[in-house]
């Protein structure tokens, strides 16, 4: 794995950058740069500043820079039997660890697994003022201070620039079986919540609108138990990988827009196009031309939310739009960390 | 941040003319015996009485006692059921203390999404109880989950035994109602599991009531287990104890919980609730295994094979309830036990990384003898989280000054083997001052930060969770990073 240490240098950027008063477009691995608003801002490269500082298998923590390959570092876990617990996209190799917690997206396995939300002990960060602040630490309990470091998921790199990333393994299920079953898409949320209850170890739940598809993970006899129970087709685990990486055809296909709708589970959109639900019903993936305001009042009609995952009009809003203190508020906590507004400015919402 | 002149020159008749109106009849308490009742939580060393104590019923009472002591500038501390013990709802002798206890009402169950609407003065227990019919729980247990609220649960991020393998509050919690200091009143997270913007329901777990009051939250629930094990396990060395539990967290074994207590703890406990055991264990170890029948079963072998490796020469199993129930009696009787062999007591709460555990007890032996002090341990184990017991006669001269210096040379040792000065029970009013042990300037500076985003003018539990760089300065005990002095812009006596 390649190694180097660039925080002197980053910090040294960041310091000018506040000096200057010039905004930063944080750049990891480049491949959810088409994600959020456009930042228009001079990149600053951060994939360079990577390599693992220190793994303790025993311990189950593993210590990282930021640059970090996510494949990497799933390589490095793989080689212990360990592994990350959760299932973070990554749209392409060059996928850092840093950006895929700054993105916050999980994968197919949210919702039984857990995201990088719940794996982060700890977040080294340089905050707008070009200062290194350790917020969290490398224990799995600590309630010192305030738990800064949690705010760095999904915050798409609008607090500061994440150097080091402590994070929790896990060991790595033994088994990993994949399932197609003859089930209509209105059967989905329920079954899916029935199994998962029965103590099935499941890692996906999907329906593609032709067939339901389970992802089963953990001990051998677990899974082998399970896949004698739900019957069906067994099919490649590879699809898991495809659907968490958005490369199975249904993202391939041009041309309408893609939105990605939180809904409770049950809940179908009445909305023009075609879309994929997972997550057990919760998470849909909707591709159609509809004005971004028709997508997020159909959402917030069924209880739910939607962004605007690629494509569209990039003036159009990315996110729901926030109630006005509650923007307020998120507006403040960004000057706590980013006082003169250098990163990433409007990545969320144009005030923010 | 201690009491202000101005402050004090606030809390006019005026003001609680303007107080008593935002309230019930019985909800504002202004005479000393009514709040001599509040003026400590489970921190008994730490006393004060508060000002005023108000009790609100509906969270529009909340907003607007909140948007009144912002324009009175009065401080406002916010209590649950002051089971806390860090003295984090020590009250403000010229604020108000809020209690919330009676925002109790609500507590629905949503089965079918596995959600419930609670509001902060239910009862942690509660919560599960409620949910039970449905064959579901909530997760997180402290061991206050009897009494303490959800609302204390999130201000202090609660852990308890289970949080091992089910996650501290924050990981059980999708969404709050929060009351700002101007008494707006913001939803942060959502009831689907994430919400967009910055993630600011995160941050207000274990905020220990500094950036706001939260009244009312939607708390994921989870199916009660279908089978569950609990094994015990004798020691003749707690290090040997110490280095199982290493063991079974790096053969990959995620136990529901891991309990560990010292021989100090096991004769004490042996005396009170006579089990049997042999006189000459070092030190026991619980553990709790759940999941499905074939998963449990799978576990058990593998520990109870970690469990001799390590040395245990006494191993029971109990799969049937009230068995179960018994092994853990003895773990809850911990405290109690040792408790009555001494006048005082004080619990001391730290975290450090599992494979250091056999070395910090050693160490932690060896300090108690230097203060020459009884120090006795039962912890969770699992997740690294220690709490040093320290007996101690404060009629004896100097004897609590010794304890509490025997208290922060634990938490500096802590914080030396890579850990934290606080678990799970927060830094409050007691470990301020060790906060400066565990960070920079710029780190402390980082809070404050995050605190004025919130709470500009520091009326929100002030004087808690984050100390003043000329505190640490006066203290000495300065966290030093890269060999690096880091107060440089403060003068030094």
């Known amino acids: ?352 | 941040m201690t009491a202000t002149p101005q402050a004090e020159a606030r809390m006019t008749a005026q003001f609680l003319q303007a107080l008593a109106a935002c309230l019930p009849a019985e909800g504002l308490v202004l005479d000393e015996a009514g709040r001599r009742a509040y003026e400590c939580d489970a921190l008994t060393l730490f006393r004060r009485l508060p000002g005023v104590v108000a009790i609100p019923e509906e969270i529009a009472q909340v907003q607007a006692i909140l948007r009144l002591c912002d324009d009175y500038g009065v401080p406002v501390v916010a209590r649950g059921a002051g089971t806390g013990l860090s003295g984090g709802a020590l009250p403000h002798a010229e604020g108000v203390l809020l209690n919330l206890s009676r925002l109790d009402a609500t507590l629905e169950i949503d089965p079918d999404r596995r959600l419930a609407r609670v509001g902060a003065g239910v009862r942690n227990l509660a919560i599960s109880q409620a949910a039970a019919p449905h064959g579901l729980y909530f997760a997180p247990d402290p061991s206050s989950q009897v009494a303490s609220t959800l609302g204390g649960n999130i201000a202090e991020n609660a852990g308890g035994v289970h949080c091992l393998k089910y996650g501290l509050t924050v990981n059980n919690v999708v969404a709050a109602t929060l009351i700002t200091i101007d008494g707006e009143r913001l939803t942060l997270g959502s009831p689907l599991g994430e919400a967009p913007g910055l993630d600011l329901l995160a941050l207000i777990h274990g905020s220990e009531g500094l950036l706001g009051v939260v009244v009312e939250a939607w708390v994921e629930l989870l199916p009660l287990p279908r089978d569950k094990r609990v094994l015990l396990a004798g020691f003749a060395e707690v290090t040997d104890c110490a280095e199982a539990v290493a063991a079974i967290i790096a053969a990959g074994v995620v136990p529901a919980g891991l309990e560990l207590m010292d021989r100090a703890a096991v004769v004490a406990v042996e005396a009170m609730v006579q089990q049997g055991w042999p006189c000459d264990l070092g030190a026991l170890l619980i553990c709790e295994l759940d999941g499905s029948a074939a998963e449990v079963t799978a576990q058990s072998e593998r520990v109870t094979a970690l469990l001799k490796t390590h040395g245990a020469d006494h191993l029971e199993s109990a799969t049937d309830p009230a068995e179960q129930a018994r092994i853990w009696s003895v773990r809850k009787a911990a405290f109690p036990a040792i408790a009555r062999l001494a006048p005082d007591t004080l619990v001391m709460d730290g975290s450090v990384p599992r494979r250091r555990l056999a070395a910090v007890l050693t160490r932690i032996i060896a300090l108690a003898e230097a203060y020459g002090l009884r120090v006795f341990n039962t912890f969770h184990a699992g997740d690294g989280n220690i709490h040093p017991v320290i007996l101690f006669d404060s009629r004896l001269e100097g004897e609590l000054e010794r304890a509490e210096s025997l208290g922060q040379a634990i938490l500096r040792l802590c914080v030396e083997e890579g850990g934290s000065i606080t678990g799970e029970h927060g830094v409050g009013a007691e470990k301020v001052d060790a906060m400066c042990d565990q960070f920079s300037a710029a780190e402390l500076r980082q809070f404050e930060a995050i605190k004025a985003a919130f709470d500009p003018r520091g009326l929100l539990n002030p004087g808690k969770l984050i100390p003043t760089l000329n505190r640490c300065a006066e203290l000495g005990h300065l966290h030093v990073k890269d060999g690096r002095f880091p107060h440089p812009e403060l003068p030094r006596f």
């Open chain 1, 1 to 352: 794995m390649q190694e180097a240490d660039l925080s002197r240098e980053l910090s040294e950027r960041v310091a000018e950058a506040a000096r200057r008063g010039t905004p930063l477009r944080l750049v990891g691995g480049g491949t959810k740069a088409w994600y959020g608003r456009p930042v228009a801002a001079e990149p600053l490269a951060l994939a360079g500043h990577r390599g693992v500082v220190d793994y303790q298998p025993s311990e189950l923590v593993v210590r990282l820079r930021g640059g970090t390959r996510l494949v990497e570092l799933e390589a490095l876990l793989a080689a212990e039997g360990q592994w990350l617990a959760c299932d973070p996209p990554r749209f392409g190799a060059e996928t850092t660890v840093a950006g895929a917690l700054a993105a916050g997206l999980a994968g197919p396995g949210r919702p039984y697994l857990g995201g990088l939300r719940d794996a982060v002990l700890g977040v080294t960060l340089i905050n707008g003022r070009g200062e290194v602040v350790r917020l969290g630490g490398a224990v799995m309990k600590n309630v010192a201070g305030f738990d800064g470091f949690r705010p760095m998921v999904g915050a798409l790199g609008s607090l500061g620039v994440i150097l080091e990333v402590c994070l929790k393994v896990a060991p790595r299920p033994a088994s990993r079986r994949a399932l197609a079953l003859a089930l209509p898409r209105e059967a989905l949320a329920e079954r899916a919540e029935a199994w998962w209850r029965a103590g099935l170890p499941l890692a996906g739940a999907a329906h593609d609108g032709e067939r339901l598809r389970l992802c089963l993970a953990g001990s051998e006899s677990a899974v082998d138990e399970a896949v004698a129970t739900l019957g069906g087709d067994e099919e490649d685990p590879a699809y898991w990988s495809a659907l968490r990486d958005q490369r199975l055809p249904f993202f391939r296909d041009p041309g309408a827009p893609l939105w990605r709708l939180l809904l409770p589970p049950g809940a179908c959109p009445a909305l023009p196009g075609e879309g994929l639900v997972e997550w057990g019903g919760r998470q849909w993936w909707w591709r159609g031309e509809a004005p971004a305001e028709a997508v997020f009042a159909e959402a917030a009609r069924l209880g739910g939310q939607a962004s605007r995952w690629r494509g569209g009009d990039p003036r159009a809003p990315v996110f729901a739009p926030l109630a006005p203190p509650l923007l307020a508020l998120q507006r403040r906590l960004k000057a706590a960390f980013d006082p003169e507004g250098l990163f990433n400015p409007g990545i969320h919402y144009p005030e923010l």
